[in-house]
């Protein structure tokens, strides 16, 4: 259990091309207001209160630079991959960013959120759940076509769970 520790659980969200404004509008939703920039590196700490624990969650994003640093994916727990559902190349960028966390990080799990601005999916709820079921991640979607709150305060309580196993 991470929290035992009251060591933060780090997430770290990266994102396909395409995805530059949906990693910060995705940071900027899940964060408080407060943002510490290093090394052009955006992070922020939260508390979660999940099952009536206040559980730390370290969130990091990247989204003005695909090369990433070594100290970006140090000691990561969990990688959010971003990508953009309107965009059949930003989806076909994941299998990629999966390879590059599994031999940059230690992360114990992946989950894929795709994002939806418009109607215009170019990418089906079949191929995405197939592609999350072949590489054993989790999936979750964000609309932006519509009030979020809800997706993601969820997105938040599965962070704080993972944190607690």
């Known amino acids: 259990m991470n929290q035992n520790n009251n060591k933060p659980f780090k997430a770290i969200i990266v994102g396909t091309f395409g995805t530059s404004h949906g ?10 207001n407060n943002k ?5 590196i955006e992070f922020e700490q939260i508390i979660v209160n999940y ?12 989204y003005r630079n695909r090369q990433k640093l070594p ?9 959010i991959l971003v990508f953009n559902i309107n965009q059949i190349g930003s989806f076909n960028e994941c ?21 939806l601005f418009s109607n215009q999916r170019k990418v089906s709820n079949d191929e995405i759940i197939y592609f999350a079921e072949m590489n054993n991640i989790t999936y979750t979607e964000i609309s932006y ?6 997706q993601i305060n969820l997105l938040r309580q599965q962070l704080a769970a993972l944190a607690l196993k």
Not at 71 to 79: D, G, K, L, R
Request: proline fraction near 0%; glycine fraction near 4%; charge should be neutral.
């Open 71 to 79: 100290q970006y994916y140090a000691n990561t727990n969990v990688v």
């Open 95 to 115: 299998q990629q960013y999966i390879e590059e966390v599994k031999i940059c990080t230690n992360a114990q799990q992946i989950i894929l959120v795709g994002q």
């Open 51 to 62: 099952k009536n624990q206040n559980i730390k969650l370290q969130l990091w994003t990247d």
């Open 36 to 40: 510490f920039v290093v090394l052009g």
């Open 23 to 32: 990693t910060s509008t995705l940071f900027k939703q899940l964060i408080n």
């Open 145 to 150: 076509l519509e009030e979020n709150h809800k």
